[in-house]
């Protein structure tokens, strides 16, 4: 008996264009401008304390660099436009500040993760990322523009 199966649609798009690789600096550089205003929140300047702020955004960057590429943060129809890029983005934030709070409870890295520290890693990471990213969008939208495409 033949059965069909349905796909999520869901398919990896990792950074494949100029635009998508700067796009991934940007957050990677937003990841750690939101590692370091939480530890400057905590009294710690990520530059005085670099092994720990290293401990600090590894989990998040591991999750991010698993699941962004998986909910398409950098197709190219995500890059260039606004309402697509925050409707991945919010979510998916949420689940990539989650996955690394899971990632950061454990024995491998210090710090616990709480549900009040899920809720503000969601909260003021969309302030870091949420800007940059639709800067970015801007960007890409003008560059494309302007190159006649």
């Known amino acids: ?3 069909h199966v349905r796909t999520l649609g869901v398919r990896p798009g990792l950074p494949a264009s100029p635009a998508a690789a700067l796009v ?8 750690l401008l ?5 530890l400057y929140a905590h009294n710690l300047r ?14 998040f960057l591991i999750a991010w660099l698993a ?3 998986l909910i398409g943060l950098y197709r190219s129809q995500t890059l260039r436009s ?3 890029t925050l409707t991945i983005l919010l979510p ?9 709070a899971l990632i950061r409870g454990t024995q491998l890295f210090p710090g616990g993760a709480g ?26 939208r003008h560059t494309s523009s302007a190159a006649g495409g």
Do not use: K, S
């Not at 670099?50 to 590894?58: D, F, M, Q």
């Not at 549900?115 to 890409?140: D, H, K, Q």
């Open 46 to 59: 990520a530059w005085e304390v670099p092994v720990h702020t290293a401990e600090t955004l590894a989990p």
């Open 24 to 31: 991934f600096l940007g957050d990677l550089f937003g990841l």
């Open 82 to 84: 606004y309402g697509q």
């Open 115 to 140: 549900p009040v520290f899920v809720v503000v890693n969601v909260i003021f990471g969309l302030v870091v990322l949420a800007p940059w990213r639709i800067l970015a969008v801007a960007a890409v």
């Open 92 to 100: 998916g934030w949420a689940v990539i500040a989650f996955v690394g």
């Open 34 to 38: 939101f590692i370091t205003w939480g």
């Open 1 to 3: 008996m033949l059965r």
């Open 67 to 69: 699941i962004a590429p």
